[in-house]
């Protein structure tokens, strides 16, 4: 147990809806990364935050958002959603602001399927 | 494309059998990553390489990184059901951006 939680587990929804992806990262840490992982694209670094403020912008599409909270929780918004859109959607931790890959604690992830 | 290729794509083998997993960057490598995903789970660290020539061991599984040809790669000896999942390879680059390899899916058959 990584101490990353993320919510929902599974979440199933049609082309054209939004939803919202939650993260907790493990306590005490102040970044958190969005990942999208697809049979297609493999794993790919989205979007990061650091104490609320976004630190790092990988391949997120302009219909995904994010945002960190003060209480460091972070949602990861996906709207007008197509089916390419299905994946694994993973949220990482760490303490500081420029880890490495290595000193993220990923979370078990939320799987999305667009239908 | 993607800048990290792994090899082979999935891999199926025998228990007990050895294999090899590989990592080839487009770009120079600094430093390596290697990953283990249960299906479904999330990422588990194994090992980070950072010299060239460099070789770790955790348990049964070896890495070595070989900088000239921007190559990584993972030797599983005597494989076991437990050795079974995605292994990814990762690395960063400058300005906080992180790339994962595509991944390859080991089933051990025992």
């Known amino acids: 147990d990584s101490g990353v939680t993320q919510t929902p587990k599974h979440l199933i929804t049609a082309t054209g809806q939004r939803v919202t992806l939650r993260c907790s990262p493990r306590?005490?840490?102040?970044?958190v990364y969005w990942y999208q992982q697809s049979l297609d694209q493999g794993l790919q670094f989205l979007i990061q935050y650091y104490n609320g403020e976004e630190r790092a912008k990988g391949n997120i599409l302009e219909r995904f958002s994010a945002q960190q909270f003060p209480d460091l929780h972070s949602e990861l918004n996906l709207s007008s959603l197509e089916l390419g859109d299905s994946a694994l959607y993973f949220c990482?931790?760490?303490?500081?602001?420029?880890?490495?890959?290595?000193?993220?604690?990923f979370g078990p992830g939320t799987r999305l399927t667009v239908t | 494309s993607q800048e990290l290729e792994q090899s082979p794509q999935s891999l199926i083998v025998q228990e007990g059998k050895n294999l090899t997993i590989n990592c080839t960057s487009s770009?120079?490598?600094?430093?390596l990553y290697w990953y283990k995903q249960k299906y479904g789970e999330g990422l588990i660290f194994l090992m980070m390489?950072?010299?060239?020539?460099e070789e770790k061991s955790h348990e049964k599984i070896t890495a070595k990184l070989d900088e000239k040809k921007q190559q990584s790669s993972l030797h599983i000896t005597a494989s076991q059901p437990s050795h079974a999942g995605i292994y990814l390879c990762?690395?960063?680059?400058?300005?906080?951006?992180?790339?994962f390899g595509t991944g390859t899916s080991l089933t051990v058959i025992p």
């Open positions: 770009k120079t490598l600094y430093g």
């Open positions: 390489l950072q010299k060239g020539g």
């Open positions: 990482a931790s760490s303490v500081v602001a420029g880890s490495r890959v290595y000193e993220q604690y």
């Open positions: 306590s005490g840490d102040l970044s």
């Open positions: 990762g690395a960063d680059r400058t300005g906080n951006q992180f790339y």
